[in-house]
Nanobody, 126 residues
Framework: QVEPVESGGGLVQAGGSLRLSCAASGRAFNSCAVGWFRQAPGKGREFVAAISWNGVRTDYADSAKERFTISRDNAKNTVFLQMNKLQPEDTAVYLC???????????????????WGQGTQVTVSS
């Protein structure tokens, strides 16, 4: 069982930055691909970024490319999402998810992930 826990959300002005963290206890987390998704009020959950278990492969939604960077530190059982140049449309609850299938990919589909955190709120003011 993997239980991701997100942190690092908050209120930031447009153009600012935030760094989200996703941590989970246990060695199993280090064997998982990890994805970040977000859900804005009244909208569906959408893919943001993902990273393979070994950090070699990453994938980004078009909206995140060149602004967001996903990385991981397996020694600390933590995955990070560095978000720069934030805009009001980035306002959402950001959720971390883990895929324990031990593949070498960075999945972008919600259905690929078995374990989900509760999310952290990111609010960007204009």
């Amino acid at each position: 069982q993997v239980e991701p826990v997100e942190s690092g959300g908050g209120l930031v002005q447009a153009g600012g930055s935030l760094r989200l963290s996703c941590a989970a206890s246990g060695r199993a987390f280090n064997s998982c691909a990890v994805g970040w998704f977000r859900q804005a009020p009244g909208k569906g959950r959408e893919f943001v970024a993902a990273i393979s278990w070994n950090g070699v492969r990453t994938d980004y939604a078009d909206s995140a490319k060149e602004r967001f960077t996903i990385s991981r530190d397996n020694a600390k059982n933590t995955v990070f999402l560095q978000m720069n140049k934030l805009q009001p449309e980035d306002t959402a609850v950001y959720l971390c998810a883990a895929d324990p299938t031990m593949g070498y990919g960075a999945p972008s589909q919600i259905g690929d992930y078995d374990y989900w955190g509760q999310g952290t709120q990111v609010t960007v003011s204009s």
